[in-house]
């Protein structure tokens, strides 16, 4: 009876006491996680790498760095990965380059569900083209860190001296570049890559500007109509108003042409821009112009890429931990860091930002945000055995600037990449 009433008792007084809430969540869940993140050699890695004291103090998280250049990079990843390593956590990795070998075989963590949950860091603020770079069978391989697109580098000097519109158009670019060239005076018409496997890139922009692509379905297409045609234009540019040489340029034998004064139109890669800029690396830093890759017969439509992006080792142990990392190194307020120094990002706030462009010459962001309205996500063919593919299709590009049969390359290129893309099934 007494045990009885002690209950009751007890049982009344608790019904007029304060409920007694559970602790919260603790703010550093992952605190004393220790996570290998593996890096190129590259001016994001460095600002970023200056930002990590932030993040460690706020999550109790430790990043342990590892640097390399970018081959060298790759060649590290492929060993640890095929060995089944646990201990790479994050990674820099290049998706058009490495992204679908890493993917097919199993190396890289589906995101998709994981970006998807948490609508703070908010996915839909990314381009949709960058995003498209790290898609893979409808599935998120990556985030987007650092992006380009194709545009077209002009002299604001030359132009207005021979009273010429900014080209338009690629038959513009055609008709300008033929009555500024002058080559006795060692001024050319136009620069670009000409090399074997560095141009296929940007030819690109010019394949898919005039309605063409490298594949479709399965087959190849690089021997069609709006191929040929793609070919033609980017090999009679260089071959009656380029400068000496061109079949031996990558981007930086192109770019020293225009830094010298010596070319009045470049179209390039718009990351590379402050090598033109830079007074001290180019004699014309003042006079450059930027602009929107000319149009086609289907428009312009110059490749708007994720150059460089991040991804999760599908076997690291610390998968929950190293989300939080990628979360926080491709955050809004992370990217107008990174896009203020000089690395432009994937995130539509941030270029739609004031403070995301005041950095950027105000013609360059301009045209950048233009770019990215009818972009294509790819400047390669999309197989894994990327090196002869660009060899491949590359070859039609240089019998256009020798002045060789167009088509019958392009049905030598054709074939060959078929061959490529029936392995690959």
């Given at each position: 009876m007494v045990l009885s009433l002690a209950m009751t008792l007890g049982l009344v007084a608790g019904c007029g006491a304060k409920t007694t809430t559970q602790p919260a969540a603790s703010e550093k869940p992952y605190a004393g996680t220790q996570l290998r993140v593996v890096f190129a050699n590259h001016p994001w890695a460095d600002a970023i790498k200056a930002q990590l004291p932030e993040f460690e103090e706020k999550t109790g998280i430790k990043v342990n760095l590892e640097n390399f250049f970018e081959d060298q990079l790759t060649t590290k990843l492929t060993v640890e990965l095929t060995s089944g390593t646990t201990t790479i956590d994050?990674?820099?990795?290049?998706?058009?380059?490495?992204g679908k070998l890493f993917a097919k075989n199993g190396w890289l963590n589906d995101l998709t569900a994981t970006s998807q949950k948490d609508k703070t860091w908010d996915i839909s603020d990314?381009?949709?083209?960058?995003?498209?770079?790290?898609?893979?069978?409808?599935?998120?391989?990556?985030?987007?860190?650092?992006?380009?697109?194709?545009?077209?580098?002009?002299?604001?000097?030359?132009?207005?001296?021979?009273?010429i519109a900014v080209p338009k158009t690629l038959d513009d670019l055609l008709a300008a570049a033929k009555k500024i060239n002058d080559p006795s005076n060692k001024l050319y018409g136009f620069v670009a890559r000409g090399k074997l496997s560095p141009s296929v890139t940007q030819f690109s922009s010019f394949l898919y500007s005039m309605g063409g692509d490298f594949a479709k379905d399965g087959k190849a297409t690089v021997n069609t109509p709006e191929a040929i045609k793609a070919y033609?234009?980017?090999?009679?540019?260089?071959?009656?108003?380029?400068?000496?040489?061109?079949?031996?340029?990558?981007?930086?034998?192109?770019?020293?042409?225009?830094?010298?004064?010596?070319?009045?139109?470049?179209?390039?890669?718009?990351?590379?821009?402050?090598?033109?800029?830079?007074?001290?690396?180019?004699?014309?830093?003042?006079?450059?112009?930027?602009?929107?890759?000319?149009?086609?017969?289907?428009?312009?439509?110059?490749?708007?890429?994720?150059?460089?992006?991040?991804?999760?080792?599908?076997?690291?142990?610390?998968?929950?931990?190293?989300?939080?990392?990628?979360?926080?190194?491709?955050?809004?307020?992370?990217?107008l860091k990174m896009q203020q120094a000089g690395n432009p990002g994937a995130r539509e706030s941030v270029w739609n930002n004031p403070e995301g462009l005041k950095n950027f010459p105000a013609e360059y962001a301009s045209t950048v945000k233009?770019?990215?309205?009818?972009?294509?996500?790819?400047?390669?063919?999309?197989?894994?055995?990327?090196?002869?593919?660009?060899?491949?299709?590359?070859?039609?590009?240089?019998?256009?600037?020798?002045?060789?049969?167009?088509?019958?390359?392009?049905?030598?290129?054709?074939?060959?990449?078929?061959?490529?893309?029936?392995?690959?099934?």
């Amino acid at each position: 009876m007494v045990l009885s009433l002690a209950m009751t008792l007890g049982l009344v007084a608790g019904c007029g006491a304060k409920t007694t809430t559970q602790p919260a969540a603790s703010e550093k869940p992952y605190a004393g996680t220790q996570l290998r993140v593996v890096f190129a050699n590259h001016p994001w890695a460095d600002a970023i790498k200056a930002q990590l004291p932030e993040f460690e103090e706020k999550t109790g998280i430790k990043v342990n760095l590892e640097n390399f250049f970018e081959d060298q990079l790759t060649t590290k990843l492929t060993v640890e990965l095929t060995s089944g390593t646990t201990t790479i956590d994050a990674m820099m990795f290049r998706p058009l380059q490495e992204g679908k070998l890493f993917a097919k075989n199993g190396w890289l963590n589906d995101l998709t569900a994981t970006s998807q949950k948490d609508k703070t860091w908010d996915i839909s603020d990314f381009n949709k083209g960058a995003i498209g770079t790290v898609t893979m069978d409808n599935k998120l391989y990556g985030v987007p860190i650092v992006t380009e697109r194709e545009i077209l580098y002009y002299r604001k000097d030359i132009l207005e001296k021979n009273n010429i519109a900014v080209p338009k158009t690629l038959d513009d670019l055609l008709a300008a570049a033929k009555k500024i060239n002058d080559p006795s005076n060692k001024l050319y018409g136009f620069v670009a890559r000409g090399k074997l496997s560095p141009s296929v890139t940007q030819f690109s922009s010019f394949l898919y500007s005039m309605g063409g692509d490298f594949a479709k379905d399965g087959k190849a297409t690089v021997n069609t109509p709006e191929a040929i045609k793609a070919y033609q234009t980017y090999g009679d540019l260089q071959r009656l108003y380029g400068p000496p040489g061109t079949l031996n340029m990558a981007w930086p034998e192109a770019f020293a042409v225009f830094q010298q004064g010596q070319a009045a139109f470049l179209t390039d890669a718009d990351s590379l821009y402050t090598n033109l800029t830079d007074p001290k690396k180019s004699t014309v830093s003042d006079k450059v112009g930027f602009a929107l890759f000319p149009a086609g017969t289907a428009g312009s439509k110059p490749y708007n890429i994720t150059s460089w992006a991040l991804a999760q080792n599908a076997k690291s142990k610390n998968q929950d931990a190293t989300w939080e990392f990628i979360k926080w190194a491709t955050s809004q307020e992370q990217v107008l860091k990174m896009q203020q120094a000089g690395n432009p990002g994937a995130r539509e706030s941030v270029w739609n930002n004031p403070e995301g462009l005041k950095n950027f010459p105000a013609e360059y962001a301009s045209t950048v945000k233009e770019s990215m309205k009818t972009s294509v996500d790819h400047d390669r063919p999309l197989v894994i055995s990327i090196g002869p593919a660009r060899d491949a299709v590359g070859g039609p590009i240089q019998a256009a600037i020798q002045g060789k049969d167009v088509k019958a390359a392009a049905d030598i290129a054709n074939a060959a990449f078929q061959v490529i893309l029936d392995k690959e099934k």
